[in-house]
């Protein structure tokens, strides 16, 4: 059985990390999703705690006021 893909339809990307907001993936990943094996997709949305958690930190380090990096798809 095909894994599902971990998209929300966010589509919005941070410019520091380069990840979606939403499912926290690279525009590669997201790209090639359905080219992927079963298991390098599940490696994907395995890796999403730390990716978000990534995101996170970044957001904390940016100074109060400054202006964010986002762009979409």
Sequence with gaps: MAVKSPCIDVCAFDGKTKLCVGCF???????????M????????INDRARRQAKLQREAQESPP?????????
Excluded: C, F, M, P
């Excluded at 006021?65 to 798809?73: E, F, L, P, Q």
């Design 25 to 35: 993936r690279t525009l590669d990943e997201i790209r090639g999703w359905k080219k």
């Design 37 to 44: 094996t079963d298991h390098r997709r599940h490696q994907v």
């Design 65 to 73: 006021g400054a202006a964010t990096s986002n762009y979409s798809i």
